[in-house]
C-alpha cells in the first residue's frame, strides 16, 4: 500500500472530526441526547450515559490484533462516594464497527450491566473492609456485565458473568487496585481480551478553549483540565481478523470506528449518545444541534447539509482569523470532507495518498460518505510515536485511527490553521499540555489505573 503523505494531503486533520459533524442539521432534537464531555445539553445531565472518547489503534505489543477503547462518565471526581460511578444498568454501550464502508454497521460489541447492591438498611458503605479480589465479601457494590458480539448473521455471547472493576475508593478500601484491576481482564474465546471498569481520564487537554479560544491571547494555556479526573471504560482486544470485511485483514485492512450509548425506552432503546471522531460535537455543532447529533446513526450522514457547511467553512478557522489574525486556508474545505466523511485515499478527492478509507478494502462496495473514526490495521505499532500523528509525520497516529496518546487538540488546532498545507506549525498555536498526567500501560488494556486522590487538594 502506497502512504506518501504530502502537505495537501494532511490540510485540515485538525477540524477533523468536524466533517463528521456537520452532517446533522435538519435532524429533530426530541430524538435523543448527546455525548462526548458534556459537549451537548441533554446529556450533561445525564452522565452515566455520556460517551467521552473513542480510541482506536494497532495494539503495540501484539500487532496482529486491534485495541478498541471507549468511556464514559465525565469527570469523576474520585472521591465521589458514597455511590461513586457504575455504568447504567437497561442500557447498552456499543462499539460499532463498519469495515466495508457502506455506513451501515457490521459488527456490534455491546456490553449490558446489572447491579449487585448487598448495602440495603445497615450501611452506607461502598464496602466494609480492604478489598483485595473482585469476589471479595467486603465489596457490597458489584456490577456484572454481559458482552455480546452482533452480526448481520446473529448475536454470540463472548462474556456471560464478567465482574466490572469496581471504582477507586481509597488506598484503604482498595490496598492493591491494580489487583483488581488485572482479575476483571477476562479472555475471549478467539483469543482476544475486553475489560469493563473504572481508569484515568486519559484525555489530556486545556478545556478553556471555550473561554474564546483560550482567553483571546493564548493566556489561558498550560493547565490540563482532566487531571486527577476517572472515568468508566469498556475496552475489547482481538485479532485483526475478528474485524476485517470476509475476515481478511490483508485485503481489507481499513475499519470505521463508532462508539454509542443505548437508553431503556419502555419496550424499545434509543441512541443517546454517539461519539466516532474527538471533538466533533464540541466544537463544530452549533449548540442548538448538539443534542440530534448525538442521536444519529452514521448511516444518515450524508443525508445532511447544515453541519457539512460548518465543516467546509469552519467556525474555529473563523475564529482564529478575528481573535490571533491566522489565516486558515481558503473555502470551501473539501479536504476535511475526504479525512473524515469518506477516509483519505487518492480516488476520494484532493488528497494524493491511500491511508484509511475503506474504498482501499478490496471487497468493498460502494462508499457511502460517513463520519467515522476510520482505522488502517495493516500499519504497524510505530517505534517512536509522534504525538502529532500523521500531521507529525507517524502514520499510526490521528486521524489514523487513535491512540491514547495523540494530542488531538493540538493537531486540530494546527491543521485547522493550514499547519498541514503550509508545511510549518503555527508558533504557540497549542493548549501546552502535550501528555497524560500519568503513564500509559505497556499491556492491554493500556489506559492507566484510576486515581483515588481528590482532584482540589487546597
Excluded at 156 to 177: E, F, R
Excluded at 435 to 444: A, E, G, Y
Aim: charged share 20%; aromatic share 6%; hydrophobic share 35%.
Amino acid at each position: 500500500m502506497e502512504l506518501r503523505i504530502n502537505r495537501r494531503a494532511l490540510v485540515g486533520l485538525g477540524l477533523a472530526a468536524a466533517v463528521a459533524a456537520s452532517s446533522l442539521a435538519v435532524l429533530r432534537t426530541d430524538s435523543g441526547t448527546a455525548s462526548s464531555h458534556r459537549e451537548a445539553p441533554m446529556i450533561s445531565g445525564d452522565p452515566l450515559h455520556d460517551n467521552t472518547d473513542v480510541y482506536a489503534f494497532v495494539s503495540p505489543d501484539k500487532a496482529d490484533t486491534v485495541t478498541l477503547i471507549a468511556n464514559w462518565i465525565p469527570f469523576e471526581e474520585p472521591n465521589g462516594g458514597p455511590n461513586f460511578y457504575p455504568f447504567a444498568e437497561k442500557s447498552r454501550y456499543n462499539i460499532k464497527i463498519d469495515n466495508d464502508g457502506d455506513a451501515v454497521t457490521d459488527i456490534t460489541y455491546q456490553w449490558t450491566f446489572r447491579n449487585e447492591d448487598k448495602r440495603g438498611n445497615t450501611t452506607f458503605l461502598y464496602n466494609n473492609g480492604p478489598v483485595t479480589s473482585l469476589d471479595d465479601p467486603n465489596l457490597l457494590f458489584r456490577q456484572r456485565y454481559t458482552l455480546k458480539r452482533i452480526t448481520p448473521d446473529g448475536s454470540k455471547t463472548l462474556v456471560d458473568n464478567g465482574i466490572v472493576a469496581p471504582s477507586n475508593v481509597g488506598a484503604a478500601s482498595m490496598p492493591n487496585y491494580g489487583t483488581l484491576r488485572n482479575q476483571s481482564i477476562k479472555s475471549l474465546p478467539n483469543g482476544g481480551k475486553t475489560f469493563a471498569g473504572q481508569s484515568d481520564e486519559a484525555f489530556f487537554l486545556d478545556l478553556r478553549v471555550f473561554d474564546l479560544l483560550y482567553g483571546g491571547n493564548l493566556s489561558e494555556v498550560g493547565q490540563d483540565t482532566t487531571k486527577g479526573y476517572n472515568v468508566n471504560t469498556v475496552a475489547i482486544q482481538v485479532p485483526a481478523t475478528d474485524l476485517a470485511l470476509k475476515g481478511d485483514a490483508k485485503r481489507n485492512p481499513v475499519i470505521g470506528v463508532c462508539s454509542t450509548t443505548d437508553k431503556s425506552n419502555g419496550d424499545s432503546f434509543v441512541q443517546v449518545s454517539r461519539l466516532c471522531n474527538p471533538l466533533v460535537n464540541e466544537l463544530v455543532a452549533p449548540a442548538g444541534l448538539k443534542d440530534a447529533f448525538n442521536a444519529l446513526d452514521p448511516s444518515k450522514d450524508a443525508d445532511v447539509k447544515a453541519l457539512v457547511d460548518r465543516v467546509t467553512d469552519p467556525e474555529v478557522a473563523r475564529l482564529l482569523q478575528a481573535l490571533y489574525g491566522i489565516k486558515a486556508p481558503a473555502t470551501p474545505r473539501a479536504d476535511l470532507v475526504e479525512i473524515f466523511l469518506t477516509g483519505i485515499a487518492k480516488q476520494n478527492g484532493p488528497i494524493k495518498a491511500d491511508l484509511n478509507s475503506q474504498v482501499l478494502n478490496k471487497d468493498a462496495g460502494k462508499l457511502r460518505p460517513s463520519e467515522q473514526l476510520r482505522l488502517n490495521m495493516s500499519i504497524p505499532p510505530t517505534k517512536s510515536p509522534n504525538r502529532l500523528g500523521v500531521l507529525g509525520g507517524d502514520l499510526q497516529g490521528f486521524p489514523n485511527g487513535r491512540r491514547l496518546a495523540d494530542d488531538v487538540v493540538d493537531i486540530e488546532l494546527q491543521a485547522v490553521a493550514g499547519a498541514a498545507q503550509s508545511g510549518k506549525l503555527v508558533p504557540g498555536l497549542t493548549d501546552k499540555v502535550d501528555k497524560n498526567d500519568k503513564p500509559f500501560l505497556q499491556t492491554f488494556p493500556y489506559i492507566p489505573l484510576p486515581s483515588n486522590v481528590a482532584v482540589n487538594q487546597r
